[in-house]
């Protein structure tokens, strides 16, 4: 059975990455790109997601496995590095019933709130007007990057 997928007539994440729409992207590789999302749902939340458009974890390539782990790594090392939470949360949604609402696979990364957990429902929109970061692998290399 195929999973129910959310309608979308473009990918925005794959508008983001054409530079179509502003957002912050902390890094962009070959195979995969890490965003800050504008629903920070954590004390620092971000999307690790392939470059290539694939719907959902099912259609990772093999090649993308690996880089996709360890840019979740990296992430939740930076995310442990700038807020010291007390725990750091990692999910991934697949198809409309697991609430999946935008059609690229993207591992949310967010260090856990004072009082625990992260934020669920409507949360405030960061806005990425002016926010559009350089890509350079090598922007990334300090400590918290590692
Ligand atoms: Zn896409």
């Given at each position: 059975?195929?999973?129910?997928?959310?309608?979308?007539?473009?990918?925005?994440?794959?508008?983001?990455?054409?530079?179509?729409?502003?957002?912050?992207?902390?890094?962009?590789?070959?195979?995969?790109?890490?965003?800050v999302?504008r629903?920070q749902?954590?004390?620092?939340?971000?999307?690790?997601?392939?470059?290539?458009?694939?719907?959902?974890?099912?259609?990772?390539?093999?090649?993308?496995?690996?880089?996709?782990?360890?840019?979740?790594?990296?992430?939740?090392?930076?995310?442990?590095?700038?807020?010291?939470?007390?725990?750091?949360?990692?999910?991934?949604?697949?198809?409309?019933?697991?609430?999946?609402?935008?059609?690229?696979?993207?591992?949310?990364?967010?260090?856990?709130?004072?009082?625990?957990?992260?934020?669920?429902?409507?949360?405030?929109r960061l806005d990425h007007?002016?926010?559009?970061?350089?890509?350079?692998?090598?922007?990334?290399?300090?400590?918290?990057?590692?």
């Amino acid at each position: 059975m195929a999973l129910s997928m959310p309608p979308a007539d473009r990918c925005p994440f794959c508008d983001y990455l054409a530079g179509l729409h502003p957002v912050t992207v902390l890094e962009q590789g070959e195979q995969v790109a890490i965003l800050v999302t504008r629903e920070q749902r954590g004390q620092g939340h971000v999307l690790v997601i392939p470059i290539a458009h694939r719907p959902t974890v099912i259609d990772v390539a093999p090649a993308e496995e690996q880089q996709l782990m360890n840019a979740v790594r990296r992430a939740a090392r930076a995310i442990a590095a700038v807020y010291d939470p007390g725990g750091i949360a990692v999910w991934q949604n697949n198809g409309v019933p697991a609430h999946q609402t935008v059609p690229h696979v993207h591992f949310h990364v967010a260090g856990t709130l004072p009082e625990g957990g992260t934020r669920s429902g409507e949360v405030p929109r960061l806005d990425h007007r002016r926010d559009r970061q350089a890509s350079q692998p090598s922007s990334l290399s300090g400590p918290a990057w590692g």
